[in-house]
Each structure stands twice: as structure tokens, then as C-alpha cells.
């Protein structure tokens, strides 16, 4: 094999392509506010707190959210601060220097708002945007599907896959990927086209959706590259959800379940019977986000059944619950932070949102189960443009 000692902290010489496939675990594994602070701490003695304020005020990351990861950080081994008596200042260990020169070496551009995808490193931003087109497109071509409600939830699993969730698109079983459950399976049309952009298949196959013999279906089926759960009976997904936490906590795995869930989707008991077991297990390694549009298929939710005090309502069962705005990727990832340091309960996320977002006149809930006709197609995209 052509070795190469390629990167001087490197523990043992690597082949290129293994670089590349660490590379690729790396990247998957620490998520991209991590990735900043290891490639900008600098290599003369300096305070924590003035390297996280130089990167936030630089990247316009909040600094809570900074502080968070440089714990996450500490705790992987990767960075040191703050323990020894006469050292007071930030550095990288040596494990740090490798994975910090493992993460910039040949992709400078994962610095700032890129997000690695199956075509390369791409601005988070337009991904997102890329992916609303692609969701408003295959429904029109489909001629069925839950628009509304899969606009809503673009962002939320853009973050997730592209910067939170460690999995393997070319190995789709991978026993320590992380885990989603999209529990409000009507909005599978937005997974599709996150999971096609991860990699897990091709974007043509979108074309299919809801196609006789086709394998995107309407609701998310297991079978599909990616897909972790069945889904698209509403109220069912976190049962399923917490039995993945738990019996990762059983097998020892540190695997994170995430669970999407819509705020009408709430009305179902068998959520809150889910609730109840996960915070009786301590499940820290679940999370929910609750896509709070605001709306359920008939009109607004506190019209149908009230349910806030919503943050208030986890927190009795046993949860901890914050907020977050669902379109805004700061807020959502300073959320997951807080969530990924709770530890000895579940966490839920309440993810602010707009049904229809993005486009001006599908937002509220008129496109809850409207198929967009071509003039409207060409308009909605053109806003999007
Ligand atoms: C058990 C069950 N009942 C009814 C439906 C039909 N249904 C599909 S979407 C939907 C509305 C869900 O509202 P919400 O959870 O608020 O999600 P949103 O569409 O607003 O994102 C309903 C009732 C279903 N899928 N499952």
C-alpha cells in the first residue's frame, strides 16, 4: 500500500484513502462549531475565554453554544484548560493537533457555514434551499404529499443530518449510527431529500416519490437506504424511539436517538405513555423535536385541543425541554448542545417553525395537504431562487 507520513501528528502513517475515510468519521462525529474551535485555538498560550469570544465574534457562533462544545471537547480528550494550578490557558492535546490538522488539511472550507454532502462541501444555507426546491418539486411531479409539513421541517433534519448525526452512507446499518425517527412520517418527502443529499441514495430515485413499485412511498418505510423506522401512523414514533435509546444504553453503544415529532401529532396518548418511560429510564441519549408550526391538519392546534404550556408540560414528565427557533440553525444547534449535556433524563426540543416555510403564500396551513399546480410551482421555486 503507498504510505505516507502525511500529517506530522499523525499517531501511525496513513495511506490517503484511509485519511480520507477518518476524515469522513471525523467529520460525522464532531459537529462543526467543534470543528471550529480545534482549527482556531491558537499555538501560544492563551485564555479559553478570549479564544471562544475571538471564534464567536469571527463566525457569529453564539459563545454559550462555543463554551458547550470546548466541555464536549475537554471530554473527548481533545483540547485542555482549566485544570492544572499554573496553567490557565487553552490547548490542544496531541490527539487534539491530529484531528485538528486531519479536519482542515484539505478542506479549508469546512470552516464558517459549509456542510459536507454527497457533492462536496456546500454553504449550509443553500443546501437548505436546494432542498425545499427538490421537496416542492417531487410533490408537484408526484401529484400528492404533505407540503406544508415537510417545509416546515427541512431545517431541522438538514442540521441534524449534515451537522449533528454520525452515520455512514455506504453503510446505512452501521450498529453505532445515530438514529431518527421520523414520527411525523407524513413529512417523508424532506427526509428523502436530506438522506438522497447525504448520500444514502440517488437524488433521481426522488423522482419515484409515491410511484407504484417505487421505493418512496409516502410515509418512511425501513428497507430504505437511511430510514430507521416505520412510520406514518401518528403517536408511535417515540414508542419506538425510546425502545432504540434503550436498548442502545444495553448494549453499551453511544449511539443518540433523535425523534421528529409534529405538535399536532401531540393530541395521541401514546405519546406521553412514551414520555413517561423514557424519563423513568433516564434516557439521556433521546432527544425529541417537536416541528411547532403551530398547525394540525384541520387548523391551529389550540383551537383543536390545547396543548401549551407545552415546555412545562415535558418538564413534569420528567424532561428537560428548551426552546429553539426551527428555521434558524444557531438556535437549533445551540438547543442540541444543551440536549447533549443533560445527562440522566431525555430531552425535548420545542422547534419554533412555520408550516410552509420559505415560500411566501404556502405558509399557515392552506398547503397542508395541497398539491401545488405548475403555475404555483414555478412561482414558489422562483422565490426561492
Ligand atoms: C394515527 C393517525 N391519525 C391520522 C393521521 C392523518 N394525518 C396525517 S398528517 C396529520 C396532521 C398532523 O399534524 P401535526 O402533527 O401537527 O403535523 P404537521 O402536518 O402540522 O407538521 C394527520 C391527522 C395519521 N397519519 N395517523
Not at 492544572?84 to 478542506?107: D, K
Not at 436546494?130 to 433534519?157: F, N, P, Q, T, Y
Not at 403551530?294 to 404550556?309: A, C, N, S, W
Request: glycine share 10%.
Amino acid at each position: 500500500m503507498d504510505k505516507i507520513r502525511w500529517c506530522k501528528d499523525a499517531p501511525i502513517p496513513l495511506s490517503e484513502a484511509q485519511l480520507d475515510d477518518l476524515r469522513r468519521i471525523v467529520l460525522r462525529t464532531i459537529n462543526k462549531n467543534q470543528v471550529l474551535i480545534l482549527t482556531n485555538i491558537p499555538r501560544v498560550p492563551a485564555s479559553i475565554t478570549s479564544v471562544l469570544r475571538g471564534i464567536s465574534q469571527r463566525f457569529h457562533v453564539p459563545l454559550s453554544t462555543l463554551k458547550r462544545n470546548a466541555q464536549m471537547l475537554r471530554d473527548l480528550n481533545l483540547i485542555k484548560y482549566g485544570e492544572a494550578q499554573n496553567f490557565s490557558g487553552v490547548e490542544l492535546t496531541e490527539l487534539g493537533r491530529f484531528i485538528s490538522e486531519l479536519t482542515v488539511s484539505e478542506e479549508p472550507t469546512i470552516l464558517g457555514n459549509m456542510v459536507q454532502t454527497r457533492s462536496g462541501f456546500r454553504p449550509l444555507g443553500t443546501v437548505i434551499k436546494d432542498l425545499r426546491k427538490r421537496v416542492l418539486r417531487i410533490i408537484a411531479e408526484a401529484g400528492s404529499g404533505h407540503l406544508g409539513a415537510s417545509l416546515s421541517a427541512v431545517d431541522i433534519l438538514a442540521i441534524l443530518y449534515f451537522m449533528r448525526m454520525r452515520y455512514d452512507p455506504k453503510n446505512s446499518n452501521w450498529p453505532d449510527r445515530d438514529r431518527l425517527v421520523l414520527s411525523k412520517g407524513h413529512a417523508a418527502p424532506a427526509l428523502y431529500a436530506v438522506l438522497a443529499e447525504a448520500g444514502f441514495f440517488p437524488v433521481e430515485e426522488l423522482t419515484t416519490l409515491r410511484e407504484m413499485g417505487g421505493i418512496l412511498q409516502g410515509h418512511p418505510e425501513m428497507g430504505i437506504p437511511g430510514v430507521d423506522a416505520s412510520t406514518g401512523s401518528l403517536g408511535q414514533g417515540l414508542s419506538i424511539a425510546v425502545g432504540m435509546a434503550i436498548a442502545a444504553k444495553l448494549d453499551g453503544s453511544g449511539y443518540r436517538v433523535y425523534a421528529l415529532l409534529g405538535d399536532g401529532e401531540l393530541d395521541e396518548g401514546q405519546i406521553w405513555e412514551a414520555a413517561l418511560t423514557a424519563a423513568h429510564h433516564g434516557l439521556d441519549n433521546l432527544t425529541v423535536i417537536v416541528d411547532r408550526n403551530g398547525f394540525q391538519l384541520t387548523g391551529r392546534t389550540e383551537d383543536v385541543k390545547k396543548i401549551e404550556p407545552l415546555e412545562e408540560k415535558w418538564r413534569a414528565f420528567g424532561w428537560e425541554a428548551v426552546g429553539a427557533d426551527g428555521h434558524d440553525p444557531a438556535s437549533i444547534l445551540t438547543a442540541l448542545d444543551s440536549c447533549d449535556l443533560t445527562s440522566g433524563r431525555p430531552s425535548a426540543i420545542i422547534a419554533h417553525t412555520t408550516k410552509g416555510k420559505g415560500v411566501s403564500f404556502m405558509e399557515g396551513n392552506s398547503y397542508s395537504r395541497k398539491t401545488p399546480s405548475a403555475q404555483e410551482l414555478v412561482r414558489a421555486l422562483s422565490e426561492l431562487a
